[in-house]
């Protein structure tokens, strides 16, 4: 069975800095996709960065420049790295793996940024 497992939230002010963790355990194969998706409150989900177990990576408009997101294979982990955080930056981020067809969420966490 595969676990998603987040980790890093928490209360920030403007322009500062966080580190997100995700770790995927049970049946994972090499060829996944894993990603941090964000929900603001009273907004739909939307990506905010995925990469490819290769290390292609794709992030939104509005986060590029400011947020990283990095991958160790071995550990079926993944990172978002948030600098100059915004008061829009502030949602439930989620993280999600993606095998083939198949999606696995984790159960979030929380991010909020204080001016």
């Known amino acids: 069975q595969v676990q998603v497992v987040e980790s890093g939230g928490g209360l920030v002010m403007v322009g500062g800095s966080l580190r997100l963790s995700c770790t995927a355990s049970?049946?994972?194969?090499?060829?996944?996709?894993m990603g941090w998706y964000r929900q603001a409150a009273g907004k739909q989900r939307e990506l905010v960065a995925d990469i490819t177990s290769g290390g292609s990576t794709n992030y939104a408009d509005s986060v590029k420049g400011r947020f990283t997101i990095s991958r160790d294979n071995a550990k079926n982990t993944v990172y978002l790295q948030m600098n100059s955080l915004k008061p829009e930056d502030t949602a439930v981020y989620y993280c999600r793996l993606q095998i083939s067809y198949s999606m696995y969420w984790g159960q979030g966490t929380q991010v909020t940024v204080s001016s």
């Open positions: 049970g049946i994972i194969t090499s060829n996944s996709r």
